[in-house]
């Protein structure tokens, strides 16, 4: 496997990137001690937001994870000249197929999507070119479907003895949440898969414009024929240090408060820490390149993604608390690698033994990560065909020479 590898070294001081359920900063327990920690989820979206609004000047950086992407295939379907009634109807059929309706919430559905705007106009035009024997039954099945059914679980669905429709009104029938999914399938399962992966497999890819959706990865229950395996590679951020949450005591003054009256208008607390990160992410060349990913693309358009997504994963930061405790900060330390073959490499276990604060939490976890690097290289055989820091470099050079690696 051809990748690269970036190993960052990254000083944060007072914030809560990354809150857990009960508000608290998460973390984790490595090397016997508590260790501040960063999801990669949650670091990856910061990623994803600063590559498509700041960093992609080629359009490439377009998918957007969404339950309300119904009302989109729908507007796509109107431009193509669909009538607004059977356009909202097929666009409820396509959401319910791919991602199950949400009877709580009308043209909503139950789990995010990952899509990007050509794809919805690729959906629309398959369900624009349907069999008008197809679109009637579709039409049909959204008016008949019961929708109080579709709130069950869908392991109750799968139980459910397959019953003949239910009586709606005279003349009418009403469609189980089984009944209606299986016939929705029916349809559309054959066109979906055609139209996102092609006759011919080996001369089909993802749109120009999901780029994000190639690195980051989407998971379709429904349809796995939509599913993209991420070519990207995340750890979570872990401090190179033992860390421990510590308490913000707030006091507000009610303004307009009279002489006479003393004492804070509200008082909290938030918790927070400060930590210096070991934060590591690969991306994975070959598969980025093949048929399930980016094949369409030139290979200087792959070299814009790359860069972008390079760039945005050394600069971006989570935004929790942006205002109140912002920890914008740049890394201390940045090691580039790009290897021929075999499989990413974190050097995580370099902090295994906590760094001490006296020291020095930035320096030391550099010298400890440049020293598990050449141990690792030299016990292993590693080999790099690109292998670059920075402060050692600058950004410029240094992403130049991590593209000049893709293929």
Known sequence: MKHLELHIIQSVPVACLNRDDLNSPKTAVFGGVQRARVSSQSWKRAIRELAGKELDSSGQFKGQRSRLFIEKISAELKKLGEEEETAKAFSLCAGH??????????????????????????????LFALKDEDKKKLSDAISAVDKEKLAKDEDD??????????????????????????????????????????????????????????????????????????????SHALSTHKVDNEIDFFAAVEEPQSKEESGAGMIGTLEFNSATYYRFAALNLDMLADTEHLKSMTREERQSVVRTFVEATITAIPGARKNTMNGNTLPVYVL??????????????AFENHVLPSQGYAAKSIELLKSEYSKLAETWGIKAVFEKAIPEIGMKTFLDGMVEHVI
């Not at 980051?216 to 995340?234: C, K, Q, Y």
């Not at 580039?336 to 276990?349: D, S, W």
């Open 336 to 349: 580039g690698v790009v290897r021929e073959k075999g499989h990413p490499v974190q050097l995580v276990n």
């Open 97 to 126: 197929y791919l991602a199950k309706l949400d009877p709580k919430h009308e043209g909503k559905v139950k789990t995010l999507m990952f899509l990007s705007p050509l794809e919805y106009e690729i959906l629309a035009k398959l």
């Open 157 to 234: 669905v799968e139980d459910e003895k397959e019953e003949a429709p239910e009586k709606k009104t005279k003349g009418e029938k009403k469609l189980s949440a089984k009944q209606f999914g299986k016939l929705v399938s029916g349809i559309l399962k054959t066109p979906i898969a055609k139209a996102f992966k092609g006759e011919k497999k080996e001369t089909k890819s993802l749109p120009k414009d999901a780029a994000d959706i190639a690195l980051f990865g989407r998971m379709v229950a429904n349809d796995h024929s939509l599913t993209v395996e991420a070519t990207s590679m995340f």
